[in-house]
């Protein structure tokens, strides 16, 4: 399958495994037995063989990644979303990753345009053919429509969904390859990384995902006026191509370099860290990525997030976890903490549970005397996600986004407020979850529930009992047991006794052999019955046999 799909894109990826070479990655490549696909012809390929400069292997990954473009520049923003698989180095190399590419002309993505919603006359009075921004897979331009509203268009660039999904085939196959012949990179999981890729980027090509996005936050948010999300025109609005209403602001990473905007930047890194928990901890719907390109500041404190493709959710379920997550850690009592983690699913079957309630105690330790104002989220999250690393915890990919969530929020907040206090601002919103999560309220809803489930469960119960009974009594029950752990010790015995089977089997041509030799029995061959002979020489094959197959064994 791999080999296949290898052989299909043939040409780009010979261009991938150049570009990792190059960067020092050849060890690498030749362990997956790939470097055979690279061609040295020119002094630049020739120079693929010279040691690179001394930089960190992060730095290398992210310049090859950047220098590939496209689908691998967003595979870096992915990882950087990973901190359960890479270290925090690695993390802060990938975060800033952007795409760096040129603008697409204008007649172009014209064709997208008319393509998708025919003649543009007859959608907008104006579209502005300068780009507002680009990137690797789409471009936004300015427009007006018929009814004189502004509007800011996004559409995806031509040919770039084909491009992204070859690249992605690629990956799935290096994935494969790298996790067949490269035993420690199991460790990082690079099949389920690229199945993740794909689906990631399914969901980032279709401009209408991102649309009822928009139109979601909208409607959570409608109640705090502060925090804005632009209107979807979804008459112009298809798979690849998305409108929405043009709000004017200020990027939040340039409101520094504003002097002359009225912007009240403690009310706007309040109303930020505001918007954030409250998607997190109230909606459960979250902005997967709110780094600074997509925050603009409209008015004295307003906040208004754009680019809404990669989100995150939290069902009711596993909003409780983590809040008795929470709970056990603030009263130390890391045996309940390992008690929930383990009904989530997420510890390892091999956890070390000693050394990891060490550990777990130390990091609730190294928080718990320290003043509020002095603790950094940022701190907190990536040492939590370092003991995930450490002990091969499994956390839900949503969980890992809140954690990117707040630390981009910390850092923002920061550079606005350089006293901004982050875990001050959270204190509020985790009381309120308490008692949205445990009020009377929900409680009572809770109970009438689950004593709505327990009566349907009371009426089936005779008629259960009946057919179970029914079933019973016609020989019709059956137990099915699957037996886990066993594969290997069963493959062994049925190797050894076929091996016994041969060896009595031999052992029985050979005594039958010598009966009829000594019995002097015709036909005769050089006075040696024929009988005897093509015995002996069945056993000769057999014991043969048996020895090649336990020294293949014993070599495996």
Not at 398 to 410: F, M, P, Q, R, S
Request: glycine content about 6%.
């Amino acid at each position: 399958m791999a080999v296949t799909r290898i052989a299909k894109n043939l040409f780009r990826t010979r261009e991938i495994l150049t570009v990792f070479f190059r960067h020092g990655f050849g060890d690498l490549v030749q362990r997956m037995g790939l470097a055979r696909f690279l061609r040295f012809r020119s002094k630049r390929d020739r120079a693929l063989r010279e040691p690179p400069e001394p930089k960190t292997p992060a730095k290398r990954f992210r310049e090859a990644l950047e220098e590939l473009g496209g689908a691998f520049v967003k595979l870096g923003q992915l990882l950087s979303t990973r901190p359960d698989i890479l270290p925090t180095s690695w993390i802060e190399e990938l975060t800033p990753l952007q795409d760096d590419v040129a603008a697409v002309d204008f007649h172009l993505i014209q064709q997208t345009l008319e393509a998708e919603l025919g003649s543009l006359s007859n959608r907008f009075r104006f579209v502005d053919p300068d780009p507002l921004a680009t990137g690797s897979i789409a471009q936004v331009h300015a427009g007006v429509t018929l009814e004189g509203e502004e509007v800011v268009i996004k559409v995806c660039k031509p040919g770039v969904k084909e491009a992204i999904f070859q690249d992605i085939d690629i990956l799935e196959a290096l994935a494969e390859v790298m996790e067949k012949h490269v035993p420690e990179s199991r460790n990082y999981q690079p099949v389920n990384i690229a199945r993740q890729f794909r689906e990631a980027a399914t969901d980032e090509l279709d401009f209408t995902r991102e649309g009822r996005n928009l139109d979601r936050f909208r409607a959570d948010f409608e109640p705090h006026p502060h925090v804005i999300f632009p209107r979807v025109y979804w008459d112009q609005t298809t798979e690849h191509v998305l409108t929405m209403e043009r709000i004017y602001g200020v990027k939040i990473s340039l409101v520094e370099y504003a002097p002359d905007a009225s912007i009240n930047t403690d009310k706007v890194s309040q109303n930020l860290a505001e918007a954030v928990l409250r998607q997190i901890l109230e909606f459960g719907f979250f902005h997967g990525d709110p780094h600074p390109g997509n925050i603009v500041v409209v008015g004295e404190e307003n906040i208004c997030f754009f680019d809404c493709g990669l989100v995150g959710r939290l069902d009711e379920r596993l909003r409780e976890n983590l809040l008795l997550l929470v709970s056990a850690a603030i009263r130390r009592d890391i045996d309940t903490l390992v008690n929930i983690l383990a009904d989530m699913d997420t510890l390892p079957q091999d956890l070390e549970r000693p050394r990891f309630v060490r550990e777990a105690n130390l990091f609730v330790e190294r928080y718990y005397r320290i003043p509020l104002g002095k603790i950094r989220l940022s701190s907190i999250v990536q040492d939590i996600m370092e003991i995930i690393r450490r002990f091969g915890i499994r956390i839900p990919s949503d969980v890992l986004l809140i954690g990117k969530a707040l630390i981009t929020l910390e850092g923002v907040g920061r550079t606005l407020d350089p006293d901004f206090d982050a875990v001050g601002v959270a204190e509020p919103f985790v009381r309120q979850m308490v008692m949205t999560t445990y009020g009377p309220k929900v409680l009572g809803r809770k109970f009438a529930h689950a004593s709505h489930e327990l009566l349907r469960l009371l009426a089936d119960l005779p008629y259960d009992l009946r057919e179970f009974s029914r079933s019973l009594r016609e020989n019709r029950l059956r137990i099915q047991i699957e037996h886990r752990g066993f594969s290997e010790p069963v493959r062994e015995m049925n190797r050894a006794s076929k091996r016994v089977s041969i060896s009595l089997v031999t052992s029985s041509v050979v005594l039958a052999s010598s009966v009829i030799v000594l019995a002097s029995t015709e036909p005769r061959f050089m006075g040696v019955p024929i009988f005897g002979i093509i015995g002996f020489a069945i056993a000769a094959t057999l014991s043969l046999w048996l020895l090649v197959s336990t020294l293949r064994d014993n070599r495996r």
